[in-house]
C-alpha cells in the first residue's frame, strides 16, 4: 500500500468509524476471517506503552492535516513496505559491532518497532502479520541459542556480543510487541512470552548482574527493557526488578567492566537509582552529554510506559522532575550546529538530529511544560515520533507555537545532588567556550580536570580529542573502544589543561579519579560583555592546587569577542608543567623562531606522550609568545604570557600507531620546567576572515599589542590587556572570596580599585 496525501485525507473521513471497529479495538476480537476463531478477548488495553489507544485515535483524526507527522508516517512506510518486499532474516549471530549480523539483529528492532506503530495508525494487518511473523522466528531461534560466540564483553549477550545490545532489542521490540498485542492470540502470546520474551529478560538481568546491577548507561537499557516487556505482560516481578534491581543481590564492589569502571561499588541498582545518581539537579548526566543521549531513550521511554500504565509512580516528577529537566541540559551541551560537545567518552558529530533526541525533544515536550523553543529543534530534525508525544509537537507546529530555542551561557552542575563540580558554558555572540570541571563521569570519564574547548559558530577552534573508537566500524576494532582510547584520549596530555610531570591527573587511576571532582569558585554570565567562569582543583596532583579562571570578554575595540584564560598553580615542590593548545589549521605566523627536525620522535613514552610527535621547537623570546593559524577562512591568534626559559613544542597526534587509529591532529604545546608556583596567561582572539574567491584577507593581524601580568597574590590575579592603538583593560580576579556579595578594595602601582564581585573589567 503506497502512502500518500489523498490516502490520509480520505482516512480522516471515516478515522472515528475504523476507531470503533479496528481490529485492534480495546475488548474486542479479531476480526480476520481466517484467525477469528483462534482470537480471545483481552481485557487489558493495548497499546498503552508509548503510543496508547486513545493516541491513535487521536493521530488517526488528525492524518492530513498535521505536516511533519504526515511526512514522517510516509516515510516509515515507505522504509517498513522495503523490508517487508526484502523478507525476514534472522540469522544465528556471528559479529561485533557492525558485522552484518549485528547490524541485521540490530536493523530488525528498529523495523519491528516501526511495522507496529503502521500497523495501529494505518490499520493495515500486512503490518502486524510481518512482526508476529519475525517474533515467532526469534523465538524459535532463542531457545537454544547459546551465548554470543564473541567473548570480548563483560558481559556477553545472545543476539549480540554483550548485553547492553541485547536490551537495546527487547527495548524496542517491547513496543512492537504491545502494538500487536491484541492481534495475537492468546496461545501465541504465551509461546513468545514463555519462550521469548522471560528468558530474554532473565538473561540480560539474573543471568548478568553485573551488567544489570548497577549505575551506569548499560544498566540503564537492562532496566528498561526489563520493565517496558513486564509492562506488555503485565509481569509485577519483572517491573520490580526493573524498578528497584534484583532483590537481595550482592555482587564483588571491586570488579570492573570492560571500560575500567566499577560494576557496584556502592550497592546500588534499579531504573530509580539510575535516575537518582548519574543526573544533578541541573540535568547533567555525569557520563557526559555522547553518553546522556544514548541513555535517554531509555531512560524516557520506559518512562513514559510507566507513566501510561503506573500513573501512581508519578515518574515524570521523580527527583523533582530530572528526566525531563536533563533534556534542557542535553540541548544547551551542543554547538551552534546541534553537534554535541565531546566530553569524556563522546563521539563527534554526534548530535541532536540523532533519533534518541527526537524521542526526548517529543517526549519532553509533551509531559513537561509545553516549552515551544523545542518546538523549533523539532522543525530542525524534521520529524516526529509516530506516537502520542509526536503528535502533540506537529500540533503544536501546526498552530504557530514555535519559539527559537535560544542557548545561552549556563553553568551546569555535576553529582547526584549538584555538588560535585560541573561544566560551565560561556557563549558570546559565534563564540562558546565549554569549560569542564566535573566529576571523573563515570568509567566513560577523561583525565582532564579543568580542561575546555572552544567554538566559533559550531566549529572547533580548541579541540577536545573526544573518544578513539570507530563506532560500528567493523574493520576499526569490531566497532569497539580501541586501545588508544586508554593510552591517548583519556590521557590528561590530550586535553587543553595542565600535565605535571609528564602525569596524567590521578596517576590515570580510575581508583583516584573517581572518588574526586573539581569545585567550582564562581561563574558569572548576567554581564554580557563579561562572562567568566573559574574553578579550583587540588586532587589531580597532591599538593598541587590548580585554579582555572576563563573569560570571554566582548570590548567594542575588537571585532569580536576573545578569551581570557588564568591558571593559577601552587605546589609544594618543584615540576614541569606541559600545557597544551590543540588548535585545527594551517600555522600562519609567530613571533619566536622554531627548528624542525629531520625525523619525527615522539614526546614521551607513557601516558600519551608516546602518541605525541615533536614537529617543532623553540624558546620562548619574548614575555608574550604569539601564534597565529588560518582555519576555515578565519584567523586565530594566541598571546601567552611566557619567559626565557619556557620552551614551544609544535607537535601532532599520531606516534606509535601503526593502525592509523588516531588522528593526525595538531598542538602548540608550552612547557614550563624547574617551577614551583607559576601563573599561565594566554588570550585567544577569533579575528578576520580570508576569500579564496576574491583572495583578499580582512583583519588578519592579531589586535593585542601586550598581555603582562600586574599583579599577582595569594588573594588577587590581576591582568592588563593593551591593544594595538595602547588602549589597556584591566581584569582582577579573586582566588579566594569570590561571592557576589563581597567587597573588595585593591591598589596596584599606586591606583586604587574597588569592585563588589568576584571580578573587576574596566
Known amino acids: 500500500m503506497t502512502f500518500n496525501k489523498n490516502f490520509i485525507l480520505r482516512f480522516a473521513l471515516v478515522a472515528t468509524v475504523l476507531t470503533a471497529f479496528s481490529c485492534k479495538k480495546e475488548n474486542a476480537e479479531h476480526t480476520n476471517s481466517k484467525t477469528e476463531a483462534a482470537r480471545t478477548i483481552k481485557t487489558t488495553t493495548h497499546p498503552n506503552l508509548i503510543l496508547t489507544a486513545q493516541g491513535v485515535k487521536d493521530i488517526r483524526a488528525q492524518l492530513g492535516s498535521i505536516p511533519i507527522f504526515d511526512s514522517t508516517l510516509k516515510t516509515v512506510q515507505e522504509e517498513i513496505d522495503t523490508e517487508i518486499a526484502l523478507g525476514i532474516d534472522t540469522p544465528i549471530p556471528l559479529d561485533y559491532s557492525g558485522g552484518y549480523t549485528h547490524v541485521r539483529h540490530k536493523r530488525n528492532m528498529v523495523v519491528l518497532q516501526k511495522a507496529g506503530v503502521l500497523y495501529q495508525i494505518l490499520d493495515d494487518e500486512k503490518y502486524a502479520k510481518y512482526v508476529k511473523d519475525m517474533l515467532m522466528q526469534y523465538e524459535a531461534m532463542y531457545q537454544t541459542l547459546p551465548l554470543h560466540p564473541k567473548t570480548r564483553s563483560y558481559a556477553r549477550g545472545k543476539l549480540f556480543w554483550q548485553c547492553l545490545n541485547d536490551a537495546n532489542w527487547l527495548v524496542y521490540v517491547s513496543q512492537a510487541y504491545d502494538c500487536v498485542y491484541n492481534y495475537l492470540t492468546e496461545e501465541e502470546r504465551n509461546t513468545l512470552e514463555a519462550n521469548l520474551f522471560k528468558p530474554f529478560a532473565d538473561h540480560i538481568s539474573v543471568d548478568s548482574p553485573q551488567f544489570y546491577q548497577r549505575v551506569h548507561n548499560h544498566s540503564t537499557w537492562g532496566n528498561a527493557a526489563v520493565g ?5 505482560m503485565n509481569d509485577q516481578e519483572l517491573i520490580d526488578r526493573a524498578l528497584y534491581g534484583i532483590k537481595d543481590l550482592k555482587l564483588d564492589t571491586k570488579e570492573k567492566d570492560d571500560d575500567g569502571g566499577f560494576l557496584n561499588k556502592d550497592g546500588k541498582a534499579g531504573f530509580l537509582a539510575n535516575i537518582e545518581e548519574p543526573f544533578s539537579p541541573d540535568g547533567y548526566y555525569n557520563e557526559g552529554p555522547y553518553y546522556q543521549r544514548y541513555a535517554m531513550y531509555p531512560f524516557l521511554v520506559f518512562a513514559e510506559g510507566l507513566h501510561n500504565v503506573k500513573p501512581e509512580l508519578k515518574i515524570f516528577e521523580y527527583k523533582d522532575g530530572v528526566l525531563l529537566k536533563s533534556i534542557n541540559a542535553l540541548l544547551n551541551l551542543s554547538d551552534a550546529d546541534g553537534d554535541f560537545f565531546p566530553l569524556n567518552d563522546g563521539q563527534k558529530g554526534m548530535s541532536y538530529y540523532n533519533d534518541a533526541l527526537v524521542t526526548a525533544v517529543d517526549i519532553s515536550y509533551k509531559f513537561g511544560n509545553q516549552n515551544p523553543g523545542l518546538l523549533s ?29 535560544d542557548k ?44 575546555y574547548s572552544l567554538y566559533e559558530n559550531g566549529e572547533e577552534v580548541i579541540q577536545d580529542y573526544g573518544l578513539a573508537r570507530f563506532v560500528n566500524i567493523e574493520q576499526k576494532g569490531g566497532g569497539n573502544y580501541l586501545k ?26 580510575y581508583e583516584i579519579g573517581s572518588k574526586n571532582h573539581s569545585v567550582l569558585h564562581y561563574f558569572s554570565s548576567d554581564n554580557q560583555s563579561v562572562q567568566v567562569v573559574s574553578a579550583k582543583e587540588v586532587n589531580a596532583y597532591p599538593g598541587t592546587e590548580m585554579l582555572r579562571t576563563m573569560a ?29 593548545y590543540y588548535f585545527f589549521g594551517q600555522v600562519l605566523a609567530t613571533n619566536f623562531e622554531y ?56 607537535t601532532r597526534i599520531g606516534a606509535n600507531d601503526p593502525e592509523f587509529n588516531l588522528r593526525r591532529d595538531p598542538a602548540l604545546l608550552l612547557r614550563r620546567k624547574n617551577t614551583k608556583n607559576t601563573l599561565f596567561v594566554s588570550t585567544i582572539e577569533a579575528h578576520g576572515s580570508y576569500s579564496p574567491v576574491s583572495e583578499s584577507a580582512v583583519n588578519s593581524n592579531s589586535n593585542i599589542k601586550e598581555l603582562k601580568v600586574i599583579l599577582d597574590t595569594e588573594e588577587y590575579t590581576a591582568i592588563a590587556i593593551t591593544n594595538i592603538n595602547s588602549v589597556t583593560k584591566l581584569f582582577i580576579t579573586a582566588n579566594k572570596n569570590a561571592s557576589e556579595e563581597a567587597k573588595h578594595a585593591l591598589k596596584i602601582n599606586g591606583v586604587d580599585y574597588q569592585w563588589s564581585g568576584a571580578y573587576y573589567f574596566e
Do not use: C
Not at 502533540?392 to 530555542?405: D, H, M, R, S, Y
Not at 566582548?554 to 615540576?575: C, G, Q, R, T, W
Open 377 to 405: 529543534v523539532a522543525e530542525k530534525q524534521d520529524k516526529v515520533l509516530l506516537d502520542d508525544s509526536g503528535l502533540a509537537v506537529a500540533l503544536g507546529i501546526k498552530n504557530g507555537e514555535t519559539q527559537p530555542f
Open 552 to 580: 570571554i570578554i566582548k570590548d567594542p575595540d575588537f571585532e569580536k569577542p576573545y578569551v581570557l584564560d588564568i591558571m593559577k598553580i601552587v605546589s609544594n615542590k618543584i615540576n614541569q608543567y606541559d600545557f597544551p
Open 595 to 650: 627548528k624542525t627536525p629531520e625525523t619525527l620522535k615522539p614526546l614521551g613514552s607513557k601516558n600519551g606522550y608516546q602518541h605525541l610527535y615533536v614537529e617543532a621547537t623553540a624558546k620562548a623570546s619574548d614575555v608574550n609568545s604569539k601564534f597565529s593559524w588560518l582555519n576555515n577562512r578565519k584567523f586565530y591568534t594566541l598571546t601567552t604570557v611566557t619567559n626565557t626559559n619556557d620552551d614551544l613544542l609544535f
Open 408 to 451: 545561552e551561557s549556563i553553568n551546569l552542575s555535576d553529582g547526584p545532588n549538584g555538588t560535585q563540580g560541573g561544566v560551565g558554558i560561556l557563549r558570546n555572540e559565534a563564540l562558546e567556550l565549554v569549560f569542564k570541571y566535573a566529576a571523573q563521569g563515570s568509567s566513560h570519564g577523561h583525565y582532564d580536570k579543568l580542561s
Open 484 to 509: 588508544e582510547n586508554k593510552t591517548w584520549a583519556k590521557q590528561t596530555i590530550a586535553h587543553n589543561t595542565v600535565t605535571q610531570n609528564e602525569t596524567s591527573h590521578f596517576n590515570g587511576k
Open 228 to 232: 517496558m516487556i513486564g509492562l506488555v
